[in-house]
């Protein structure tokens, strides 16, 4: 089964745009929440105190930062 998965993101994000490919290359399906215009995306990071994209929601549980490595994607999605 798949997970659920949100790809939190701004605008012109290279590392953004990279979990997207590697999301799509696996045929994974995602939302994506632009964190740019939707407040209530922008106030669950800052409640996770991540500020800066992108990050990560699999299954409710919030991943930003080191835990985005292409290494750590593998592991967190059982690729």
Do not use: W
């Not at 399906?29 to 106030?43: H, I, P, Y």
Request: proline content about 6%.
């Amino acid at each position: 089964m798949q997970p659920k998965i949100i790809v939190f993101t701004t605008p012109l994000c290279a590392p953004c745009e990279l979990i997207k490919r590697i999301l799509t290359t696996e045929g994974l399906a995602f939302e994506v929440r632009d964190l740019m215009v939707d407040e209530a995306a922008a106030k669950l990071m800052q409640e996770h105190g991540i500020r800066s994209a992108p990050a990560l929601s699999i299954n409710d549980q919030i991943y930003g930062g080191d835990d985005l490595s292409p290494e750590r994607l593998v592991v967190l999605l059982e690729l």
